[in-house]
């Protein structure tokens, strides 16, 4: 009987702190299981080439750079933009590529399509138009300010709509 009373008596100790101190630390289980999930929607893409994702860091397949960290939350998107040679790509791909909430962007001189990849939360397609035309280049929505157009290299310049 003394031995039943005992047990009783450490059990329900055992309960109460467990009762008391959520389950040993669940705030830190937690914790690991959001960390874990914010893992899970990462992917790694090229920058020149964003049609290409992997799960894991390393190099593109078609270029050989870098891989960058995307998410899951990322969406791509392919608008018109006008040029006409490297240049034109290196200046629409180099203003892109200093925006931190666009992690790929890359533009094909033969189609006149820049495919990029962006955090929707952080800005919007109509910005990533604006940032295009504010170096001089119209876009498929925005057209870039005349001034600026003019101040292009002349290899850049490319036949205009009205």
């Given at each position: 009987?003394?031995?039943?009373?005992?047990?009783?008596?450490?059990?329900?100790?055992?309960?109460?702190?467990?009762?008391?101190?959520?389950?040993?630390?669940?705030?830190?289980?937690?914790?690991?299981?959001?960390?874990?999930?914010?893992?899970?929607?990462?992917?790694?893409?090229?920058?020149?080439?964003?049609n290409v994702k992997s799960k894991k860091d390393?190099?593109?397949?078609?270029?050989?750079?870098?891989?960058?960290?995307?998410?899951?939350?990322?969406?791509?998107?392919?608008?018109?933009?006008?040029?006409?040679?490297?240049?034109?790509?290196?200046?629409?791909?180099?203003?892109?590529?200093?925006?931190?909430?666009?992690?790929?962007?890359s533009w094909d001189e033969s189609t006149k399509?820049?495919?990029?990849?962006?955090?929707?939360?952080?800005?919007?397609?109509?910005?990533?138009?604006?940032?295009?035309?504010?170096?001089?280049?119209?876009?498929?929505?925005?057209?870039?300010?005349?001034?600026?157009?003019?101040?292009?290299?002349?290899?850049?310049?490319?036949?205009?709509?009205?």
């Open positions: 009987m003394k031995k039943l009373v005992i047990t009783s008596l450490f059990l329900s100790v055992v309960f109460s702190l467990t009762l008391f101190t959520g389950c040993g630390g669940t705030a830190k289980q937690d914790e690991g299981k959001a960390e874990s999930a914010n893992k899970t929607n990462v992917f790694y893409t090229c920058p020149m080439h964003p390393g190099k593109c397949p078609e270029c050989g750079m870098a891989l960058v960290e995307a998410s899951l939350k990322s969406k791509t998107e392919t608008i018109g933009v006008n040029g006409n040679c490297g240049m034109c790509k290196e200046a629409i791909e180099g203003t892109l590529g200093k925006n931190k909430a666009i992690s790929a962007a399509k820049l495919t990029v990849t962006y955090e929707p939360d952080k800005i919007t397609i109509d910005q990533i138009r604006q940032l295009v035309a504010d170096v001089g280049y119209d876009t498929d929505k925005i057209r870039a300010k005349d001034e600026v157009y003019e101040e292009l290299p002349g290899c850049c310049k490319y036949v205009r709509k009205k």
